[in-house]
């Protein structure tokens, strides 16, 4: 679509990649323009940049962007970073103390009073919130996706951002000893960040992905998602 | 009352009459003004003129020169002429009398 054959240039290319946030109609219109006005490449990037900051602000003060904003990726994106951190404590402890000692029975049983807890129950529990995880990011990244579709991509960028600001800032592993020799805090750093990369942001840019695309999904596969955030919400109620 | 560029766009779709389109009006504002015209500019000001029902846009053909890209076509309404004939007016008795030569 974009004027990459005859102007092979990278700052072009990019003015072409950036002017895809653009409505599909007034992107070609924009560089039609400015390839018949033989603009040099990286003012046509400017130019185009400048477009389309400008649109995208002007969606994002909409109602419908402010909505999106404050009503779905911030609030959503808080919450499941922070979600994300507080399983990824439990989980990089229990992977800690299994490493240290072969066993997770001794801090299930002393330290969080969670029962009989065996390495084959924890690996239950992880799993399953690694599940609820994904699922719940992906259905918000799909509820993105529909912004991102009519060009409002502001609510979209700022989710990722309070996921990853929100990753780093928050810090439950605060409740752990701080002595170097204490490895946990390590596994636990690592926990987190495998938990907000790979079943947060991950996920999400997969909902993304099915937002934006035009193709419907079946209902099939609508009920069978909306049954397992259903079914793992339940669960995770009690976690 | 429209602004300055809403006015160097509305005269300059004017004057290329059914040969206004994005980069035609470009070409005009920057030959009238002696400084380049921005695309993001000109494009945030046809939607504000558009809003105010001083202009209609659509979609023309593609072309070869473009790429195979369409035009954004400009048309002026008549509330648009008029619009533009106030702010001329304005101009012109404000300037009546004064010397900018120094």
Same mark, same amino acid.
């Given at each position: 679509?974009?004027?990459?054959?005859?102007?092979?240039?990278?700052?072009?290319?990019?003015?072409?990649?950036?002017?895809?946030?653009?409505?599909?109609?007034?992107?070609?219109?924009?560089?039609?323009?400015?390839?018949?006005?033989?603009?040099?490449?990286?003012?046509?990037?400017?130019?185009?940049?400048?477009?389309?900051?400008?649109?995208?602000?002007?969606?994002?003060?909409?109602?419908?962007?402010?909505?999106?904003?404050?009503?779905?990726?911030?609030?959503?994106?808080?919450?499941?970073?922070?979600?994300?951190?507080?399983?990824?404590?439990?989980?990089?402890?229990?992977?800690?103390?299994?490493?240290?000692?072969?066993?997770?029975?001794?801090?299930?049983?002393?330290?969080? &009073?969670?029962?009989?807890?065996?390495?084959?129950?924890?690996?239950?529990?992880?799993?399953? &919130?690694?599940?609820?995880?994904?699922?719940?990011?992906?259905?918000?990244?799909?509820?993105?996706?529909?912004?991102?579709?009519?060009? &409002?991509?502001?609510?979209?960028?700022?989710?990722?951002?309070?996921?990853?600001?929100?990753?780093?800032?928050? &810090?439950?592993?605060?409740?752990?000893?701080?002595?170097?020799?204490?490895?946990?805090?390590?596994?636990?750093?690592?926990?987190?960040?495998?938990?907000?990369?790979?079943?947060?942001?991950?996920?999400?840019?997969?909902?993304?992905?099915?937002?934006?695309?035009?193709?419907?999904?079946?209902?099939?596969?609508?009920?069978?998602?909306?049954?397992?955030?259903?079914?793992?919400?339940?669960?995770?109620?009690?976690? | 009352?429209?602004?300055?560029?809403?006015?160097?766009?509305?005269?300059?779709?004017?004057?290329?009459?059914?040969?206004?389109?994005?980069?035609?009006?470009?070409?005009?504002?920057?030959?009238?003004?002696?400084?380049?015209?921005?695309?993001?500019?000109?494009?945030?000001?046809?939607?504000?003129?558009?809003?105010?029902?001083?202009?209609?846009?659509?979609?023309?053909?593609?072309?070869?020169?473009?790429?195979?890209?369409?035009?954004?076509?400009?048309?002026?309404?008549?509330?648009?002429?008029?619009?533009?004939?106030?702010?001329?007016?304005?101009?012109?008795?404000?300037?009546?009398?004064?010397?900018?030569?120094?």
């Amino acid at each position: 679509m974009g004027d990459v054959k005859t102007r092979p240039t990278l700052l072009w290319r990019t003015a072409d990649a950036v002017s895809a946030l653009l409505s599909p109609a007034e992107r070609l219109a924009v560089l039609g323009d400015l390839a018949e006005a033989h603009v040099r490449d990286g003012e046509a990037l400017r130019d185009v940049a400048g477009l389309v900051l400008r649109r995208q602000l002007n969606q994002a003060c909409s109602i419908a962007g402010l909505c999106g904003t404050f009503l779905l990726a911030l609030p959503i994106g808080i919450v499941l970073s922070a979600r994300a951190q507080h399983w990824a404590v439990g989980a990089g402890v229990y992977l800690w103390s299994f490493l240290r000692v072969g066993s997770v029975e001794p801090l299930a049983r002393t330290i969080w &009073n969670a029962g009989d807890a065996n390495a084959a129950t924890v690996a239950v529990w992880v799993l399953l &919130n690694a599940a609820t995880l994904a699922v719940w990011s992906t259905g918000a990244g799909w509820a993105l996706g529909a912004f991102a579709r009519r060009g &409002n991509w502001i609510p979209v960028l700022l989710f990722y951002v309070t996921v990853l600001l929100v990753s780093m800032i928050r &810090n439950d592993i605060g409740v752990l000893p701080r002595h170097p020799a204490f490895a946990a805090f390590g596994v636990v750093a690592t926990a987190t960040a495998v938990h907000s990369a790979l079943l947060v942001i991950a996920p999400a840019l997969y909902g993304l992905g099915l937002g934006l695309a035009r193709r419907p999904v079946s209902v099939a596969a609508r009920v069978a998602f909306a049954m397992a955030i259903m079914l793992l919400t339940y669960r995770a109620v009690d976690v | 009352m429209i602004g300055n560029y809403e006015y160097l766009v509305l005269s300059a779709a004017v004057r290329l009459g059914n040969a206004a389109y994005g980069a035609s009006v470009m070409k005009e504002i920057a030959e009238a003004t002696g400084s380049p015209c921005s695309v993001g500019a000109l494009y945030t000001t046809l939607d504000r003129l558009e809003d105010k029902g001083l202009i209609i846009t659509s979609m023309g053909d593609p072309t070869p020169v473009r790429g195979g890209r369409p035009k954004r076509l400009i048309r002026v309404t008549p509330k648009g002429r008029r619009e533009g004939a106030v702010f001329y007016q304005i101009v012109m008795r404000a300037s009546n009398g004064t010397l900018w030569a120094t």
